[in-house]
């Protein structure tokens, strides 16, 4: 068992906070309250570069929190101003970085809609990896997150594996995130083993 496999047995969720540890919490105001007596009851899965196919850099973490350096590449002028955020964000590296307190609705999915139920915001957890549609993600994410999505499928029992979706399932029409390249049966694989 791999150093990062074993700190993934620990993870835990502060029931009060709804803030993952160990791990990096940086709070954005790109969130706001889910809607009274909500189902947490679906993951999003998502995929980002910034800028677009490079990978390594602070500005996603600038970006999610409202602070993207809009002089430092042409691109960012065009998302400078959009508030979006997940819950988690995990790096080519692996590392967690939390935006989001669980509980809250984080505004990832934007205009979305899941078996005819609309806004999917409202009812799911968005997890973005760094990568692209182009490329294959590391394996150190999928290390990282399958025991991330049994510990949140533990902690929300309405997540279900059929809940467990790409932002392309749900906004087909806009997004193709995680992308191609994502390889959903391995994250299968490694979450059936994480059952026994």
Known sequence: ???????????????????????????????????????????????????????????????????????????????ATLKVAPHLFIDRLGVITQFVPFHKRAWHAGLSSFKEKENCNDFSIGIELEGTDDLPYERIQYQVLAPLIALLMRTYPAIISERIVGHSDIAPNRKTDPGPFFDWMHLKDLLSYLSY
């Not at 150093?3 to 706001?32: K, W, Y």
């Not at 980002?48 to 990978?55: H, Q, R, T, V, Y």
């Open 1 to 79: 068992m791999t150093e990062q496999q074993i700190m993934n047995t620990f993870l835990h969720i502060n029931p009060a906070t709804g803030v993952l540890s160990p791990g990096r919490f940086f709070p954005t105001t790109h969130c706001d309250d889910r809607p009274a007596n909500m189902l947490i009851d679906m993951i999003v899965i998502h995929g980002i570069s910034l800028p677009p196919g490079e990978f390594g850099s602070s500005y996603i973490e600038q970006f999610f929190c409202g602070s993207l350096p809009i002089a430092m590449h042409p691109y960012f002028a065009t998302i």
